[in-house]
């Protein structure tokens, strides 16, 4: 990899992106270095010249992608507490955070969850399990669940506002306004506090 990160920072970036975009659209397996190499706008050769090989960038997206999502909890630590929706807001700021680095992040992660190509799998699984679990275990845990009508809501709230988050995430392909997609959302989860939670 010393040889990739050695490039100029925008065209390692320009690769990362072409890499994250193929492998989020296809499978580790119909995935294919060419596609990647025509999307960097590099050559296949130079593809393997800086990973050696697909697997080798794959795994190497993969810690990647972990340590990007861990920067950016450290860094908007100071807004995360201990109210339910505004913990969600925090999940959203960070992934909102990602995708401005990288936009097809997010897709690649979803791809990265379900693969199950035996070549990667065992070694996603142990990269990944921890940070699954971590970050569940940063969206509930430690949350004030006295202010709800109902104690077993915020399980099923975090489920269906990560779903709407998705959503949301996807509206940027559709050429819609992220920003004012995002302040809807918000709105939402505003909504959903002022009605999950006793008066």
Same mark, same amino acid.
């Given at each position: 990899?010393?040889?990739?990160?050695?490039?100029?920072?925008?065209?390692?970036?320009?690769?990362?992106?072409?890499?994250?975009?193929?492998?989020?659209?296809?499978?580790?397996?119909?995935?294919?270095?060419?596609? $990647?190499?025509?999307?960097?706008?590099?050559?296949?050769?130079?593809?393997?010249?800086?990973?050696?090989?697909?697997? @080798?960038?794959?795994?190497?997206?993969?810690?990647?992608?972990? @340590?990007?999502?861990?920067?950016?909890?450290?860094?908007?630590?100071?807004?995360?507490?201990?109210?339910?929706?505004?913990?969600?807001?925090?999940?959203?700021?960070?992934?909102?955070?990602?995708?401005?680095?990288?936009?097809?992040?997010?897709?690649?992660?979803?791809?990265?969850?379900?693969?199950?190509?035996?070549?990667?799998?065992?070694?996603?699984?142990?990269?990944?399990?921890?940070?699954?679990?971590?970050? =569940?275990?940063?969206?509930?845990?430690?949350?004030?669940?006295?202010?709800?009508?109902?104690?077993?809501?915020?399980?099923?709230?975090?489920?269906?506002?990560? =779903?709407?988050?998705?959503?949301?995430?996807?509206?940027?392909?559709?050429?819609?306004?992220?920003?004012?997609?995002?302040?809807?959302?918000?709105?939402? $989860?505003?909504?959903?506090?002022?009605?999950?939670?006793?008066?």
């Amino acid at each position: 990899m010393e040889k990739f990160e050695s490039l100029p920072a925008d065209k390692q970036k320009k690769i990362i992106d072409a890499a994250l975009t193929v492998f989020g659209k296809y499978s580790y397996k119909k995935a294919s270095a060419n596609d $990647i190499a025509v999307a960097a706008e590099i050559s296949k050769g130079m593809v393997f010249h800086y990973f050696g090989c697909k697997k @080798d960038l794959y795994l190497y997206l993969v810690k990647m992608c972990g @340590d990007i999502l861990t920067a950016e909890q450290k860094k908007h630590s100071d807004k995360m507490s201990a109210d339910f929706f505004d913990r969600i807001k925090f999940a959203t700021l960070i992934k909102i955070s990602a995708v401005n680095q990288h936009p097809a992040i997010l897709e690649f992660l979803k791809n990265v969850y379900f693969e199950t190509d035996p070549e990667v799998e065992e070694e996603i699984r142990m990269m990944t399990s921890s940070g699954v679990k971590n970050s =569940w275990e940063m969206l509930l845990s430690g949350i004030d669940t006295s202010k709800f009508k109902n104690p077993s809501a915020p399980i099923l709230l975090a489920k269906l506002l990560r =779903w709407a988050g998705d959503g949301v995430m996807e509206d940027r392909y559709e050429g819609k306004d992220i920003d004012a997609r995002m302040e809807e959302y918000i709105a939402c $989860i505003d909504i959903m506090k002022e009605n999950f939670y006793y008066e």
